[in-house]
Structures are given as C-alpha cells and as structure tokens.
C-alpha cells in the first residue's frame, strides 16, 4: 500500500518496470545470428559504442535508485572513516579530486586538451609511486573504494585514447563519429555519477 509519496513512488516503480524492457529492445540491436544459430556480439563499432552506453547506463540506474531510497540496500549506508585510516584516506582523496577537476574539464572542452590529459597521466603514475608502500586499510569497504580510485584514472585514460585523432597538421580533435560522442557522453556521465557515488559511500568524503 503507498503511502502519500504514490505519485513518487509510481514514477519509480514505473521506471523499473520500464528499463528492463527497454534493455531488452536495445540489445535486440547488437547482436547477430550465425548460420548454425550461434548468437554472438556484432563487432561493428556502432554496436559495440551502444552496448558500452547500455553498460553504462545500467549501472548508473542502479545507483540513482540506491540513492533515491535510503533503505534501497542494507550495504549502502555511508561510511564513516576510521580515525587511524584518516591520513592515508586523504591521500586517495586528494587525488581524486585533483583527477576529478581535471577529467572533467578535459571531456568537456571544446578541443582535447593535451595538457590536462598529461597531467593526469603523470600524476597516476606519480600515484602509483606513493601508494605502492602504504599499508591497507582497517575498513574493508575503505579498501575496496581507494583500490577503485587508482584504477578508474587508468580506465578513462584508456577509453579516451578511443576518442581522439590527429589532423594532418599535427592537431588533436574529438572524432565526429555517432559512436565516439556516444563513447564520450558515456564517460563523461560516469565521471559524475563516480564522483556522486564516492560522496555517498563516504559520511564524511
């Protein structure tokens, strides 16, 4: 029975209901059919720019949803750092939020900035020297997250290098094609939804 949120509650339950057949229409797309019937991916870079975007968005609907109902997941109640883990944390969030500004700037400038794209490189490798002697943390969930912080640098750094191209004049320029932008809106959305999700995990991030 509904409490007095039901118009809340009918947007949301709606939106469950909904996704699942949505996901299931979508993916109709990318796949294709052998001649002995075996159903494999299609390689295709527009599929394979359209399953990354569904991966994507999957995720980020699970999160929405964790964060929309405070008692979605009994696991997902914020963490509070440990006194003795404090110092080391800040390390890691530090880091990200120097990762976080300059990431964002870059996917959304108007030209690559080659610059900031250095930097962050640099300093996830400079990253990796710091942290490679640094004992683990007490909290488990504290571990798991700053493991996640060193890592998702790498990945976008990765995924960006899909995302460029040189001009003949030795310039670099976002790709134009539906399946780049596609790529580069995907990122860009889980940037934010990573950083929301890291002030949500932590009660005192």
Same mark, same amino acid.
């Given at each position: ?6 118009? +809340?509650?009918?947007?949301? *339950?709606?939106?469950? %209901? ?6 299931? %229409? ?34 980020? %609907? ?11 997941? *009994? ?30 700037? +870059? ?22 020297? /710091?942290?490679?002697?640094?004992? %683990? +943390? ?36 976002? /790709? ?25 995990? +932590?009660?005192?991030?």
């Amino acid at each position: 029975r509904l409490s007095s949120n039901r118009g +809340f509650y009918c947007t949301e *339950t709606a939106r469950i %209901q909904s996704f699942p057949k949505k996901l299931l %229409q979508d993916v109709i797309g990318m796949t294709e059919t052998s001649d002995d019937n075996i159903v494999t991916w299609k390689k295709t870079s527009a599929a394979l720019s359209s399953r990354r975007a569904l991966n994507a968005q999957l995720h980020e %609907q699970n999160r929405e949803l964790s964060r929309r109902f405070m008692n979605w997941r *009994t696991d997902n109640k914020p963490v509070t750092i440990p006194e003795e883990d404090k110092v080391g944390f800040k390390i890691y969030k530090d880091y990200w939020r120097d990762f976080y500004s300059k990431a964002s700037k +870059f996917i959304n400038s108007r030209s690559p900035n080659m610059t900031l794209l250095g930097e962050i490189r640099n300093a996830s490798e400079s990253f990796d020297t /710091k942290t490679i002697a640094m004992a %683990q +943390f007490t909290n488990p969930t504290v571990n798991r997250e700053t493991r996640w912080i060193k890592s998702f640098p790498k990945k976008l750094l990765e995924d960006v290098a899909g995302l460029t191209e040189t001009t003949a004049t030795d310039g670099v320029i976002w /790709k134009r094609t539906s399946a780049a932008m596609n790529n580069r809106r995907a990122l860009n959305s889980q940037l934010h939804e990573e950083n929301s999700e890291l002030a949500t995990r +932590f009660s005192n991030w």
